[in-house]
Each structure stands twice: as C-alpha cells, then as structure tokens.
C-alpha cells in the first residue's frame, strides 16, 4: 500500500510517500512495524495523540481495520482557514 | 457547488460577483467570508507556507460543503483554498453562501468555516527570519466543532 506523510509528520519521516508490504491488520498494527524499522519513525509516532490517520482519503482512526485499504496517510490535527 | 483548491490568488471580488451572479432572485441573502494571512504579533513573518493533501482536500470540502447544504437552506456554496507559499496581507481562502434567508446564509458560512479549519487537510508553517515552526492546531478550533 502507499503511506502518505504529511507536515512535520513528512519532515521527521523524511520522505513524502512510499510503498510499503506489510500484512498488518490494523493502523496501529502498521503503526508498530514502522517503529520498530529506524529511530525517524519511532520520532514520528512517539505520540499518537498528536497525529491522526486518513484511510483512502477519509479520516479514520488507529483502531481501523486495513483489509483493502491501498492509501494509508499519517498528519497532524489540520490547521486550514 | 464550487470547490476550489489553488496555489494561485484569487479575486475576491471577481468571485462574489460571479457567485452572486448565480441566482440572485431566489437567494435573497449571499455572505461572503474572506480569510487573509495575519502576520505575527512580533510582524516578522516572511512566508506563510501551506501543504495540503490533493485528492483528499477537494474531496473533505465536498463534504462539508455537501453537509452545509443538507442542513440550510442554500441556492449555491462557494470555497476557495490557496496552498504554496503566501505573504502576510495575502488572502488564504474565501467561503460565499447563497439562501433565500439571512439567517441560513450566515451560519452554514461559520459552519464551512468551522469545519474547514480543523477537518479539511491543510497544514500552516510560519517561517520568520529566525526558524520555521507548524502551526499547531487549537482546542477552541476543535470544540467549536460541537457547537454543531
């Protein structure tokens, strides 16, 4: 699936966007495998209360299942207007 | 329905005239809000860049202005969002409501308003002479959420 970076998330990550395999069931499920990967993520996902997730577009939650889910993105709290 | 999402300026008044050109015997009340890059208490800010994500952007402000339809009477919704680089003075964003009635065509305004703050996927950065620091969202953006 592609994982989407958006913000600070994006510069902490270091990358806007990239494919990943995972065979992970949920979004905290991907959550811990990107972690668990390089100290980059872990400083992104320290605090999941300052970040929220959009499944295929829509806002969703870190409980969502990702069963036929092709975009997963990962910001934080939105600030338009 | 006119949902537009643009790096470009736009033309305010250019575009109330268009918006109101729409129907303006049946809507007896058009408001228009505009939204303009407020510089810092210090003035010193340079840039005010905002990112924002294509595809789900147009597709979140569909929705609220899809929402505010459903619940006020409205002959025509307008948003306009800018993204990319702007300078303090510059206009950010535009939201115009159409209805027979004043009262619906203020509020369904304050609700796109409302809802496209902390529901439509931009994000700010403020860069001065002396950093660049996110814009972090606010609690009272979020609970005026629930006055809805």
Same mark, same amino acid.
């Given at each position: 699936?592609?994982?989407?970076?958006?913000?600070?998330?994006?510069?902490?990550?270091?990358?806007?966007? @990239?494919?990943? $395999? &995972?065979?992970?069931? &949920?979004? #905290? @499920?991907?959550? !811990?495998?990107? &972690?668990?990967? $390089?100290?980059?993520?872990?400083? !992104?996902?320290? *605090?999941? #209360?300052?970040?929220?997730?959009?499944? *295929?577009? @829509?806002? #969703?939650?870190?409980?969502?299942?990702? #069963?036929?889910?092709?975009?997963?993105?990962?910001?934080?709290?939105? &600030?338009?207007? | 329905?006119?949902?537009?999402?643009?790096?470009?300026?736009?033309?305010?008044?250019?575009?109330?005239?268009?918006?109101?050109?729409?129907?303006?015997?049946?809507?007896?009340?058009?408001?228009?809000?505009?939204?303009?890059?407020?510089?810092?208490?210090?003035?010193?800010? =340079?840039?005010?860049?905002?990112?924002?994500?294509?595809?789900?952007?147009?597709?979140?402000?569909?929705?609220?202005?899809?929402?505010?339809?459903?619940?006020?009477? %409205?002959?025509?919704?307008?948003?306009?969002?800018?993204?990319?680089?702007?300078?303090?003075?510059?206009?950010?964003?535009?939201?115009?409501?159409?209805?027979?009635?004043?009262?619906?065509?203020?509020?369904?305004?304050?609700? %796109?308003? =409302?809802? %496209?703050?902390?529901?439509?996927?931009?994000?700010?950065?403020?860069?001065?002479?002396?950093?660049?620091?996110?814009?972090?969202?606010?609690?009272? =953006?979020?609970?005026?959420?629930?006055?809805?």
């Amino acid at each position: 699936m592609d994982v989407l970076y958006f913000a600070w998330v994006r510069e902490r990550i270091g990358l806007p966007k @990239e494919k990943v $395999e &995972t065979q992970a069931a &949920t979004v #905290s @499920e991907l959550v !811990a495998e990107l &972690t668990a990967r $390089e100290d980059r993520y872990a400083a !992104a996902f320290a *605090d999941l #209360s300052a970040l929220r997730v959009a499944l *295929d577009q @829509e806002l #969703s939650d870190f409980d969502a299942p990702l #069963s036929g889910v092709r975009e997963v993105a990962f910001f934080p709290p939105m &600030t338009g207007g | 329905m006119r949902i537009v999402v643009q790096e470009a300026p736009f033309d305010m008044g250019a575009e109330a005239n268009a918006f109101a050109a729409g129907d303006e015997a049946a809507n007896g009340a058009i408001v228009t809000f505009t939204g303009v890059v407020r510089d810092l208490a210090t003035g010193d800010l =340079d840039v005010m860049e905002i990112e924002h994500y294509p595809g789900m952007t147009e597709r979140a402000l569909t929705k609220i202005a899809e929402e505010a339809q459903s619940r006020w009477s %409205l002959g025509d919704v307008l948003v306009i969002h800018r993204h990319g680089r702007l300078a303090p003075g510059d206009r950010i964003m535009m939201v115009a409501t159409a209805s027979p009635h004043r009262k619906d065509a203020f509020e369904a305004a304050e609700y %796109l308003m =409302d809802y %496209l703050k902390s529901r439509a996927p931009f994000w700010k950065k403020e860069i001065t002479n002396s950093g660049a620091d996110w814009v972090a969202a606010k609690d009272e =953006d979020e609970d005026a959420l629930t006055r809805w």
